[in-house]
């Protein structure tokens, strides 16, 4: 009963490196969705995926690259790290853009 | 303007209490409703779905004003372990592709 995975669940990076989050559902869902929180900033939509092969930006995409070459898999990518991108992440996954959303558990990371 | 707001609180109440929450939204098309919870360095979590005729799930209903653009959440016989972060969600059918969250309402139960 696992639903959505997200790996690694914390992280520490150094300013410039890069790094790569995961995230798989097994809900054979074919929406999926990389979030941001941030204190006093609430829930941030970073990119998205409406199915396999396909992503989209959203409100907060700068920084990040994101790839779904498989439908259970969203990968987000960090190429140069920053300290802005200090955050908790969140990954989400939905049968439809209508339908309510499955999360992850989160990816805390730190950059120095 | 902000798309969906929410009274950040915290709402201090007593064990026992009734506590409501509203969310205004500003998108007059907008589609599907929802509660989530959060609770502290944890995960969203889908409380309830919010009907147009209103929907009860327990201690907890859900209303829809759709004329003046407000959702709710009222509990009723507060616990300890409602004591989280309640996001208001809205999805409106020009989005195209995801959830609108409100900043979340903060609720403290307390003994």
């Known amino acids: 009963n696992a639903g959505v995975t997200q790996t690694p669940k914390f992280r520490v990076l150094k300013t410039g490196q890069s790094m790569t989050l995961l995230c798989a559902q097994d809900?054979?869902?074919?929406?999926m969705y990389w979030y941001r929180q941030d204190p006093g900033m609430g829930l941030r939509l970073i990119h998205y995926?409406?199915?396999?092969?396909?992503?989209a930006k959203g409100e907060v995409p700068d920084g990040y690259n994101v790839s779904r070459l498989k439908k259970q898999n969203f990968l987000l990518g960090l190429e140069s790290a920053a300290p802005s991108q200090t955050s908790v992440y969140f990954c989400?996954?939905?049968?439809?853009?209508?339908?309510?959303?499955?999360f992850g558990d989160g990816t805390r990371l730190s950059i120095l | 303007r902000k798309e969906v707001e929410q009274d950040p609180g915290p709402f201090n109440v007593p064990e026992g209490a009734t506590v409501a929450f509203n969310c205004t939204y500003s998108?007059?098309?907008?589609?599907?409703f929802f509660w989530y919870r959060q609770d502290c360095r944890k995960e969203p979590k889908l409380l309830m779905s919010v009907y147009s005729s209103g929907n009860e799930d327990g201690r907890f209903t859900a209303q829809l004003n759709r004329a003046s653009q407000y959702i709710s959440l009222l509990i009723r016989d507060s616990k300890l372990s409602d004591s989280a972060t309640y996001l208001c969600?809205?999805?409106?059918?020009?989005?195209?592709?995801?959830?609108?969250f409100g900043k979340g309402t903060s609720l403290l139960v307390t003994p």
């Open positions: 969600v809205v999805i409106w059918s020009n989005s195209g592709y995801a959830l609108n």
């Open positions: 809900m054979n869902h074919e929406y």
């Open positions: 989400a996954s939905g049968r439809s853009s209508y339908q309510p959303q499955h």
């Open positions: 998108n007059s098309a907008s589609q599907s």
């Open positions: 995926s409406v199915g396999e092969g396909t992503t």
